[in-house]
């Protein structure tokens, strides 16, 4: 997290971001593909291939029939309607000046279309668009088509690429962004008492999913099954989390009921935990709801404090991290914690990381709309 480079920030409140530093597109596609998609769909075919070749999938045996992909963004191209824009207005509203590239490299759902023409995926294909819960609506969409028999294997995950003008004074409008420009690298400091709003990330983050039978046949390698996972609706604001976070409770009950497991088998939470304040406060308190005495016993951490928010893309990195938690045995710290919020009163993993045997995790989020999801991950077993 560092000051935004991308523009002049003078006139913005925020002025710092969780840029994707170091990022080359031609490490990953020719130059002409390059120009021809938005940042968003650049990270998104940047994961895609790290997670394709960690695989080990021989793309010559699969039967593109059944391998599809779910592939979200909860902006879609803003950068290409910022561009597309000024390209317009400064030719005094000549629309000959906008480019015929302009709508495919905007609409949300084309990371999902250019995946499955990279690798040539015929079967179930679309984006999903929760705001926040993105990705994992698009985890969950997988596995269930998985289980009615119509993929075998699924690319899925999700990709943001926001820090833009409009991007943060929009955010900035609504006060959800930190403004803690005099130390950015504080800025996100979820579940603490001086939290003052999120940071802004980017990137991309891509799970390849497979039946369980057809990964051990081909020799996959498995990190972890996904055993349960939780959808709900707040149904009472638009930005705003349902009081006491009623509604991403009940989306954890639901994810740990779908997994044939009781609240004491969740070793560990990946908290949502976007350093606003509303969030923080209603999600300890939907935790403590669900798990009554023992929620002061799990861990309990973000990863947000050291990446930013990546709006859509957040909860495919966070099922990442779940899921390198079980394989490592290392929780990640909620970084920037000095001074603790008495309505935040969970084991928050603060400062440094946490060396534990872990074999569940449970991974949550919410999104504007009020959108609710809770993923369960465990170690695999034969």
Known sequence: MDNITYFDTAEFDTKFAAELKGFDPLNYMDRKLSQRVDPFTQYALAASEEAVKDSGLNLE????????VVYGSGIGGMWTYHNQQNNLYKREGNPDRVSPFFIPMLIADIAAGRISMQYGFKGPNYATISACTTSAHSIADSVMLIERGDADIMITGGSEAVICPMGVAGFNAMKALSTRND????GSRPFEKNRDGFVMGEGGATLILEELEYAKARGAKIYAEITGFGLTADAFHITEPAPEGEGVGRAIKVAIRNSNLTTNDIDVINAHGTS???NDKNESLAIKNVFGENAYKIPVHSIKSMIGHLLGAAGAIEAIASILTIRDGIIPPTINYEEKDPECDLNYVV???LRKDVRTVLSENSGFGGHNTALVFQKYEE
């Open 276 to 278: 606003t304040y509303y």
């Open 183 to 186: 130390a950015p690298q504080e």
């Open 61 to 68: 045996k699969i039967d593109p029939e059944k391998a599809g």
């Open 351 to 353: 400062n440094t990381a």
